[in-house]
């Protein structure tokens, strides 16, 4: 901009209205029905301002050079000789001639990759709502049912631009800008929706503690899995069609069950000292989670000597053809036992799509395994004076011991394609104790 900011306008006056409602139907209070709605506007973060563009010239370049660049490699190439960092370690550099900016802002003959970040940006929103009825049945007994919803639009997508279809002929590197290498642009691009139904269960025990549930069946899709950066946390196999692969996000989970108590023991012949001290002051506490897997991407990573790049833009993430049938998830069985270490997908099943387009391989089109973790603790209080007391704990991590399998190997350029190398931590046993006093 004229001013030299780096937005042409301010970021910080969004308004976002909110509205509550409680109702309760019956003079008891024993039915509640609650809703919502808001616009919440999320903030762009240093990362996205600075960062992205902090390593720009005149600051700093990471220049590229070869045979085929017109930055060339020394005549007589030597190795690091020395930890001096005066002289390079003793490395010999390739003669850096000067540089003017040409009339595209490039330097002249160095192709620099640079980031830059849409001086129009606006802040991501989101629109949340929801709705849901609780009711007190008999026996301290509280259930519920919610509707809960979110829509999200503006979001942050950040991706090389500085590309296109067959741009990369013959091993050389065509720009739609010519004076840069990647462009690394931020802008307001991603869309996502968020549906789901909670159900939701809790039994007071009184003095005795709680058991609490719920059930969870939900759906989000996005255009593009930003995570806490918009560079980064996704891969664009073409930055015009990233409003063309709607998906399942990398974070959906379709059904969760949850559940977690906390009981207190009574005391047998409570009179009694001995057993007062012995059998006294027990105390139970457990979680378990289950749910469904993620979804995950199949592509090639390969450049494209290597068979990947289909659409030969330079950039080495592609679709492949994926073979008619083939299961969004594989049972569980074809990972553990006879099965381990073997893949599930093989890499021979994919073909390679015409030059210069992208295959059928659907954006997060297919789904890792599920999780069932179950987490417990024993607790001992032992009441030593009025105010003193020790408490022997003695925690259970995934009590079930359960094999709780790792992402499958999604990039058709590793060796361990269609595999699944890594799993959750198995049981683990704590002990610990703690005095108050």
């Known amino acids: 901009t004229s001013n030299g900011a780096q937005y042409a306008h301010r970021l910080d006056r969004n308004v976002s209205p909110r509205f509550g409602v409680a109702w309760s139907p019956q003079k008891s209070?024993?039915?509640?029905v609650r809703g919502g709605i808001g616009l919440y506007n999320d903030w762009v973060t240093l990362g996205e301002s600075v960062d992205r563009v902090n390593f720009n010239p005149p600051n700093y370049l990471t220049e590229n050079f070869s045979q085929t660049l017109p930055l060339k490699p020394p005549a007589a190439p030597l190795l690091g000789t020395n930890n001096n960092y005066s002289n390079f370690f003793g490395f010999n550099l390739p003669t850096f001639p000067a540089t003017p900016l040409n009339s595209l802002g490039g330097l002249v003959g160095v192709s620099s990759s640079v980031?830059?970040?849409?001086?129009?940006?606006?802040?991501?929103?989101s629109l949340n709502y929801m709705i849901g009825v609780q009711r007190e049945l008999p026996a301290r007994l509280v259930v519920g049912a919610s509707y809960s919803g979110s829509y999200a639009w503006d979001g942050l997508t950040g991706t090389d631009y500085n590309r296109f279809p067959l741009g990369l002929s013959n091993g050389v590197q065509t720009r739609l800008n010519t004076s840069f290498g990647q462009i690394w642009y931020v802008t307001n691009t991603n869309v996502i929706h968020y549906n789901a139904m909670i159900l939701t269960a809790r039994k007071d025990l009184g003095a005795r503690g709680t058991i609490q549930g719920s059930y969870t069946l939900s759906h989000t899709t996005n255009l593009y899995d930003g995570g806490a950066r918009s560079v980064g946390g996704d891969?664009?196999?073409?930055?015009?069609?990233i409003d063309s692969y709607p998906a399942d996000a990398s974070?959906?989970?379709?059904?969760?069950?949850?559940?977690?108590?906390?009981?207190?023991?009574?005391t047998p012949f409570g009179t009694n000292f001995l057993a007062k001290r012995v059998l006294g002051g027990w105390e139970l506490a457990s979680t378990a989670i289950l749910q469904t897997g993620t979804p995950f991407t199949i592509y090639n990573g390969n450049n494209r000597a290597a068979g990947g790049d289909y659409n030969s833009d330079g950039y080495n993430y592609d679709y492949p053809n994926i073979p008619s049938g083939l299961p969004q998830i594989y049972p569980r069985s074809?990972?553990?036992?006879?099965?381990?270490?073997?893949?599930?997908?093989?890499a021979s099943q994919f073909t390679v799509p015409t030059l210069g387009t992208q295959g059928n391989s659907p954006r997060n089109g297919f789904r890792n395994q599920g999780l069932i973790n179950m987490d417990a603790s024993v607790i001992k209080s032992n009441r030593l004076r009025e105010n003193w007391n020790l408490q022997l704990k003695f925690e259970f991590f995934n009590v079930l011991n359960r094999v709780n399998l790792g992402g499958i190997t999604n990039n058709l350029g590793s060796v361990n394609f269609g595999k699944i190398t890594g799993q959750g931590a198995t049981r683990v046993v704590q002990i610990g104790a703690r005095l108050t006093f």
């Open 115 to 125: 980031g830059g970040v849409n001086p129009n940006l606006v802040p991501p929103r």
């Open 235 to 241: 891969t664009s196999v073409d930055p015009r069609l």
């Open 334 to 346: 074809s990972f553990l036992g006879a099965n381990a270490g073997q893949p599930a997908y093989i």
């Open 251 to 266: 974070y959906d989970v379709r059904q969760r069950l949850s559940a977690s108590g906390v009981f207190r023991f009574p």
């Open 29 to 32: 209070g024993k039915t509640s």
